[in-house]
């Protein structure tokens, strides 16, 4: 039997190649967050029915879509901050939502193709209001924190451009660290532009021992062991090393 070719250029889609993002701020000030850390996504667009036979369909149904609303399911590890206890913050709305009722029980997500490599599908990308419901996974003596996170359409989804420009790796660009004179412990917030992925947070030499990438422009970190004065502070992630930035301690 012979074996029918793929048209040059083509490749093999992955299971990892999807997107999700909340919408933390507003519809009329939107501050999209990536969901880090999710596995097992499963998009569903529930039809809506009605019955439209007629005597030449001899008895047989008939129903046409008249709208498509649409659903998902996915995991989440439940990353946490050892300083605050809270968990990353897509995954604290996701949970407020769950325990909320009304409006504050929905959320405003997107979500779309994001290739390892290669164009993203234009035509695979959608935003949505969603009903939030949470449960945990893993109830064990040993296993990791992850939440099943189902999310339920409300109304009719749009289908949005799809929003991946490519992986951020360009070299990152520290703008700014506040509060001044923070002290060992204390949290400190940097701004600037290509955050995503960071791997290391440092102040004069020395490491932050923890820290969280809130977005592409948001770090929070935890002022590692130093003396009090000025330090250059830099970010590193997979774009390279940030230029450095004096920042003076307490």
Same mark, same amino acid.
């Given at each position: ?15 990892? =190649? ?6 933390? &701020?507003? /519809?009329?000030? =939107? ?10 996504? !499963?998009? !569903? ?11 030449? *369909? $001899? &008895? ?6 008249? #709208?498509?609303? +649409?659903?998902?399911? +996915? ?18 709305? $996701? $949970? ?11 959320? *405003? ?28 996974? @893993? ?9 099943? %996170?189902?999310? /339920? ?8 451009? @799809? ?16 509060? *001044?004179? #923070?002290?060992?412990?204390?949290? %400190? ?10 791997? *290391? %947070? ?34 590193? !992630?997979?774009?390279?090393?940030? @230029? ?7």
């Amino acid at each position: 039997m012979s074996v029918v070719p793929l048209p040059a250029g083509t490749t093999l889609g992955k299971s990892f =190649e999807y997107g999700l993002d909340i919408n933390l &701020g507003s /519809t009329a000030s =939107e501050s999209w967050q990536p969901v880090r850390r999710i596995s097992a996504w !499963t998009p !569903t667009y529930p039809p809506t029915t009605q019955d439209q036979a007629t005597y030449d *369909d $001899l &008895g047989a149904a008939n129903e046409a879509v008249t #709208a498509r609303s +649409f659903a998902t399911s +996915f995991t989440v590890q439940g990353n946490r901050s050892v300083t605050t206890g809270l968990f990353l913050p897509e995954v604290e709305a $996701l $949970l407020a939502a769950a325990k909320a009722t009304l409006d504050g029980a929905t959320v *405003d997500i997107r979500w779309y193709h994001k290739p390892e490599f290669g164009t993203p599908n234009p035509n695979d990308a959608g935003r949505a209001s969603c009903r939030v419901e949470v449960t945990r996974q @893993n109830s064990g003596n040993s296993e990791i924190e992850v939440f099943n %996170v189902t999310l /339920t359409g409300q109304g009719p989804f749009e289908s949005i451009t @799809n929003p991946f420009a490519g992986w951020d790796v360009t070299e990152p660009v520290l703008a700014a660290v506040s509060p *001044d004179e #923070a002290v060992e412990g204390e949290l %400190v917030t940097l701004t600037g532009t290509g955050f995503l992925g960071a791997t *290391d %947070v440092d102040f004069g030499g020395t490491p932050a021992d923890e820290f969280v990438v809130a977005n592409a422009a948001t770090i929070i970190a935890s002022l590692p062991t130093g003396t009090a004065g000025s330090v250059d502070v830099t970010v590193t !992630t997979p774009g390279g090393t940030s @230029n450095i930035l004096t920042y003076t301690r307490g």
